[in-house]
């Protein structure tokens, strides 16, 4: 099923707020990608370099999130930050050709109320942890962030809606391992304790890709 928008969510983990620079806003960030920005290859350089933010992610389905994953947010920086001195729209630095990469997607049907609250990735670039997110850690959790929507755009099913991503984006280069992780069901304590769980469990979900 092709969906017929990507939902974005920005500013949605203060850590990574922090990180850029930018301010906590007042009221939830939301940005669109079309179809034609899913991709099925992580390619490092467009134009210019492109950088990686990862975010768990869920498909729309009868008004209710019906499926989980973990995807890329893939953005040209230099440009986005441009557009933001300029204060102009974001769309050419988030929004174009090859801008959404995406895991395979697993039905929340069978799992539980607890795991179907409670999500934890991982993204490690050659074996590397790079980024750890935790729907705990959200400024606006899922029950939030679909309630906002629907306030004022329809979602279709298949539509794909991104959660927004914690602190730790970097730069993509070619011939870097991209391997991301997802776990459900776990409650977030501290960064120790999420991350010794991690280590000490098997993941709900793993997905590689390479580079190019």
Known sequence: MTPSKIVCIGRNYVDHIQELGNEIPADMVVFLKPNSAITTELIAFQQEPIHYETELCFIMENNQFSAVGVGLDL??????????????????AKAFNGSALFSDFISLKGLGATAC?????????????????HSDLMMYDTTAIKQSLTEFIHLEDGDIVMTGTPKGVGMVNAGDVFTIK???????????????YMSNNTPLLTQQWLAK
């Open 117 to 133: 609250s409670k999500w934890a990735f991982q993204l490690s670039i050659n074996e590397n942890i790079v980024q750890v997110g």
């Open 75 to 92: 953005t040209k920086r230099a440009l986005q930050s441009t557009l933001k001195a300029q204060q102009l729209p974001w769309e050419r």
């Open 182 to 196: 997802l776990w459900a069901g776990k409650e977030y304590q501290d960064s120790h304790s999420i991350e010794a």
